[in-house]
């Protein structure tokens, strides 16, 4: 399996036991009087969004963080079901917490998101230490719940909500960076794709309200950040409408009111089904220099029998028809993907349509994996899971080296251009050098120049590269011409 590294991205949600590292207080004790709680997020971005809910929700009952979980009154993991591992990843985490707790048998054990909505009450049945179990939609219910632990009862709360968008609480970012941050516009999904547990665990789609969306995305602007990402199962499917006015918005117009907020304001957005994404959708991309050029748009299988059997409603010539568009009227568009090997009954010629796809879709980069089975879902009820491990294994390593070729034929063509890139802060290599993104969401690393801080937009040209990162150096016209 690709494990994409540590920092924040568009990437961390497909990535199975990712930990957000948090940098908080400096305190390294506990005081009487004083609550402290600590959080683990992992799964995809949604995840990570939903825990700056969480962390805002305690705030509210006197509730400050830690990066310290041994000072911690309330130890909280945001969990993930989408494979196999990452349940197992989030059970070796328990392990870790169940030791702090038997040296402080007063912490409050929380577990939070998707496998507390897929075990429900089974998970207190399984894991002795932990006390709450909360779902996706029921944060609101967090401070009942951490109220009645203290003293000393156990709670869960697992309720899915046809409404919950959480739209009125303001988020506390965790772990930011102060330039870019993550905005939830919808929950849920109505897809039922046969191999997803995600439409189980958190229930049914609901789109935000617009104009709070807009309103979070201002005062973030205001507050310093660059750049906003519009997070949703499949954003193309963003509909929300006004109950008194009957104003209704769809995705297209809901992007570009976020580009009006500033143009110094970038804005990006994943994820885009490829049975929904629309042309409105790309003129609106094409029309707003700070709507950055990238769409993640997973393709599963390069299969059309594989397609249809996963449920996911088109088939390889569409999903040829929408890339084509994308590059007709975006020219300058990066485009990456997700994909599954050896899904059932996947044979080695429809495998071997998954790598064609990703050679002609050109994807700069893709999270690959191997399929596995979820309990409750369409594929495990229905069809066999009869690829052997060894092949699904064997078949994603095909997978993951013609996607490296790609990704470094795609970053070969950057060679010499000039990318206009918001910088995020020092590389994580040295500090003499800044990290930041161009519009096709690459990350770029280049020479500090005095004058320039994170937050800021400058112009970088590409000297080199390797198959995941850019290096350059800002691009000073006077230098060129000279
Ligand atoms: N809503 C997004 C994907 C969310 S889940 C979309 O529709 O594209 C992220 C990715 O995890 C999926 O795109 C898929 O590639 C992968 N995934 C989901 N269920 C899986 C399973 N049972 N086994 C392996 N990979 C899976
Ligand atoms: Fe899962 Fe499909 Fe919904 Fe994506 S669109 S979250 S893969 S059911
Ligand atoms: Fe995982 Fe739930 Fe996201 S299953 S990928 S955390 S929606």
Redesign the pocket.
Known sequence: MLKKSKSRGLSD??IDGERQGEVYASDMERVEGKKRFYIESYG?QMNFSDSEIVASILHEIGYSSTGNMDIADLILINTCS??EKAEETVRQRLREFDKIKLKHPGTIIGVLGCMAERLKKKFLEEEKLVDIVVGPDAYRDLPKLVAEADDGEKGINVILSREETYADISPIRLNSNGVTAFISIMRG?D?M?S????PFTRGRERSRDAYSIVAEATDLFDRGYREVTLLG??VDSYHWSHEESGESVNFAELLERVALVDPQLRVRFS?S?PKDITDQVLHTMAAYENICKYIHL?V?SGNSRILKKMNRTYDREWYMERVESIYRILPDCAISS???AGFCSETEEEHQDSLSIIEWSKYSMS?M??????PG?LAARKYEDDIPLETKKRRLAEIIRIQQQVSYQHNKADLGKVFKVLIEGDSKKSAQHFKGRNSQNKMLVFPKLPGLSAGDYCHVKVTDFNSVTLIGEVFVQEKIHA
């Open positions: 949600h497909q995809c989408i494979r999904c897809n794709c191999f997803c547990v995600v199962q499949n994820t089904h997973p599963q997700d994909m599954i999270y994996f191997f399929y596995s089975e979820r879902t």
